[in-house]
């Protein structure tokens, strides 16, 4: 037995640390964890920025309307700010985004993050409800909760721009999962902070909610610091093609970069990029593509109407005003909601690997708004919690296969001004929201609200089940087809030389 040992096989003992070795990997790989561990510096970098970013929106949600109340400020006022901030944003994101490939998008955001930080230092001086308003619409200060003004449009063309469609979901699901982990970490600081500030420093409230618009303004120079360290490959490919006519050195620059933004077999950059003018306020969507643009314009306003309706900052405040809930446990209760939420985008690109990005995103979103139209209905702090837990434990999930599905039907030189475009739609729809809100407040009819924000959303789903389930796959055969075409464009003049 121990000869059999001993001459036998020394590869025997190897067999169980190989299998380990390949199920942990399977783990990490279903995860993310692989795609995003070899995914460039930029798109890491990216996701910090979102965090970070996501982190100030979590704060000044909490305090929002708090704040523009505790100034005297009526709810139809305060619903009437809430819009047009939007309203505002819907301006400044639609031209910063049609722009930014030909300003250069790593100047575009790091405009964004001062703009930020102006916000804040004007909120944190000023108690003027004009005043506020200007800079709210002017720089960025987001009513909801949810992303705005030009970033998450930029930067979900970088990362489609740096990363191969087969990684594409689990890069979008840890982006993802960045926003919403920096929204309960917000949210959390915020509560905790207010309670320090208020019950052991013993400053008053509005003091205290100036407080936090300077910790705000603070976040936005963190985020500028974070921007100034991407590289020049998360320009559009017009900018580094000037960039490589100084420099002829293309091999360090990738493959995927290379092509992205010409048309044709020689590689001749594509006319888009040439566009002057008042043509160049329209983003160039072409004929094959436009019908499938404008359904999702209609279904993603459908959406965001839904949102509108329900931000978070009226979501915190109903519970604050029916339940009577304390700053701080406040802030715990929607950090747990928002982790809930950040750890669903995972499940949900390991079940899009699955069922594909459509089904995955109505399948999973559909339910969640049932629960969330059920949130005001309860008289009892504890059932309408569940409702709330429910809702955030399957509401996220849509986020990184739509981001996915998005980047497979969008041509790569198309992708930034379609994606704005698809944003400012979003903002504009979720603008009218907290009017009706402020309204329905005012009427004593807050369940209203969330009956209302529920059934829009499930629309959304519906539609999306609808009209693209069956074009899926075509549009994914589509995506493959120009990605072969790329690779033989970088392929010929290598083979040439």
């Given amino acids: ?75 139809t006022e305060i619903g009437l700010f809430m819009s047009l901030t939007l309203a505002g944003d819907v301006c400044i994101s639609f031209f910063l985004t049609l722009f930014a490939d030909a300003l250069g998008r790593k100047a575009t955001l790091a405009l964004g993050a001062l ?65 919403v982990a920096g929204i309960a970490f917000g949210i959390m600081i915020c509560g905790w902070v207010l309670q320090f500030l208020t019950e052991v420093l013993h400053w008053n409230l509005l003091s205290s909610y100036r407080g936090i618009f300077v910790i705000y303004a603070i976040i936005g120079l963190i985020k500028l610091c974070l921007t100034i360290f991407l590289s020049h490959s998360v320009e559009a490919e017009k900018k580094l093609q ?24 020689q590689g001749v950059p594509a006319k888009t990029g040439y566009k002057r003018g008042l043509r160049k306020l329209l983003p160039d969507i072409r004929r094959d593509s436009a019908t499938v643009v404008i359904t999702l314009c209609f279904l993603f306003g459908l959406d965001a109407l839904g949102t509108g309706v329900n931000p978070l900052s009226w979501v915190t405040y109903y519970f604050q005003w029916r339940f009577g809930i304390e700053k701080g446990d406040l802030g715990s209760i929607f950090f747990v909601t928002q982790i809930i939420s950040a750890m669903s985008m995972i499940v949900a690109s390991s079940i899009a690997k699955r069922l594909g990005n459509v089904k995955t995103m109505a399948l999973t979103h559909l339910p969640s708004q049932i629960f969330r139209a059920l949130i005001g209905v309860p008289t009892n702090v504890h059932i309408a919690l569940l409702f709330l837990v429910l809702n955030a434990s399957m509401a996220s999930m849509d986020t990184a296969p739509r981001s996915a599905f998005l980047a497979t039907i969008i041509l790569p030189e198309e992708r930034t001004a379609i994606m704005g475009t698809l944003n400012v739609v979003k903002t504009t729809a979720s603008s009218l929201g907290p009017i009706v809100t402020g309204v329905l407040v ?34 994914e055969r589509r995506e493959r087809e120009r990605i072969r075409e790329r690779e033989e464009h970088t392929d010929s003049p290598r083979d040439a030389s």
């Avoid at 000869?3 to 380990?20: M, N, Q, Y």
């Avoid at 230092?121 to 409800?129: M, Q």
């Avoid at 006519?245 to 048309?263: K, M, V, Y």
């Avoid at 519906?462 to 796959?473: D, N, P, Q, R, S």
């Fill in 242 to 265: 000037k960039m490589r006519q100084t420099s002829r050195q293309g091999d360090e620059i990738a493959p995927l970069l290379a092509s992205e933004g010409t048309n044709n077999r």
């Fill in 1 to 75: 037995m121990s000869g059999r040992i001993d001459d036998g096989s020394p590869a025997a003992p190897t067999l169980a640390p190989i299998k380990k070795r390949s199920i942990t990997k399977g783990v990490l790989s279903e995860l993310g964890l692989i795609s995003l561990w070899e995914s460039p510096r930029d798109v890491k970098l990216l996701c910090g920025q979102r965090f970070v970013r996501m982190l100030g929106y979590g704060m000044s949600t909490l305090i929002l309307v708090a704040y523009l109340d505790a100034l005297g400020n009526r709810k």
């Fill in 442 to 475: 005012d009427h004593n009819l807050y369940w209203v609200s969330f009956l209302l924000g529920g059934s829009l959303k499930g629309l959304y789903d519906i539609g999306i089940l609808i009209f693209f389930t069956h074009k899926e796959k075509e549009l």
């Fill in 115 to 179: 703009l930020m930080t102006g916000s804040g230092v004007v909120f944190a001086l000023s108690s003027s409800y004009w005043v506020l308003l200007v800079a709210a619409i002017v720089g960025v200060i987001s009513p909801n909760g949810n992303e705005i003004g030009p970033f998450r449009a930029i930067e979900e063309s970088i990362v489609a721009h740096l990363t191969v469609p087969e990684n594409r979901g689990d890069i979008y699901a840890w982006y993802g999962l960045a926003g």
